[in-house]
């Protein structure tokens, strides 16, 4: 109950935030593109997701541009293996900050993007499956909160912004609060476990 008062809280905070952000930022708009992720340093496949939301960009001196976000971001990976397999498809709310660098060319401008972000679940479903039965995961051992760093790069032109970025979240995607699953070899694998891969995405810019 706690932490369902503290994400409240937070996601509360973070929509204050942001809606204050908008009303001073030299730009403002829309994004939304793809995501292409998959659990780092076990055996799966990448899925495709999407993300969609609202940006506001800071020009700052010296090239660099200050641009957070408020997104909804897909996520979601097919595990694969001998004895069973599994799927997860988890809807995160996130805050990326990005922090742009770039020559302006005139006609475009190319850039270099740091992103450390944070989020939190809202949606969730998992499920495992052998040759004899098919489950649901434990969806309340699901860690909502969640903090990364994205890196990449990206070009602005007019009032269009491309921008590829790869993303690690970092801590653990499951808390340690009882079983995943009836299967110790999938409970097993996913430990100490945790979502990556490429936001491909697309902003439309109003402003000056």
Do not use: H
Not at 29 to 57: C, M, P, R, Y
Not at 148 to 160: A, D, K, M, N, T
């Amino acid at each position: 109950m706690a932490m369902k008062r503290f994400l409240s809280i937070a996601l509360i905070c973070a929509a204050a935030l942001f809606s204050a952000v908008q009303a001073n930022a030299q730009k403002f708009g829309v994004i939304g593109g793809l995501t292409f992720s998959s659990i780092e340093n076990i055996d799966n496949s990448s899925k495709t997701g999407w993300n969609l939301g609202a940006t506001a960009q800071f020009k700052l001196p010296l090239g660099f541009s200050l641009q957070p976000s408020l997104i909804y971001n897909s996520k979601a990976a097919q595990l694969g293996g001998t004895l069973a397999t599994g799927s997860l498809n988890v809807g995160y709310l996130e805050l990326p900050v990005s922090v742009q660098w770039g020559p302006d060319l005139l006609i475009f401008r190319p850039f270099i993007d740091v992103s450390p972000y944070v989020g939190c679940a809202l949606t969730s479903d998992m499920s495992v499956e052998t040759l004899l039965t098919k489950e649901e995961w434990n969806t309340s051992n699901l860690q909502r909160f969640e903090y990364g760093l994205g890196l990449g790069g990206g070009v602005e032109i007019w009032r269009f912004q491309i921008l590829c970025r790869y993303n690690w979240n970092f801590g653990p995607l499951f808390n340690d609060e009882g079983k995943l699953s009836n299967i110790p070899q999938m409970e097993e694998a996913l430990k100490d476990k945790n979502f990556g891969g490429v936001t491909l995405s697309l902003a439309l810019l109003f402003g000056k």
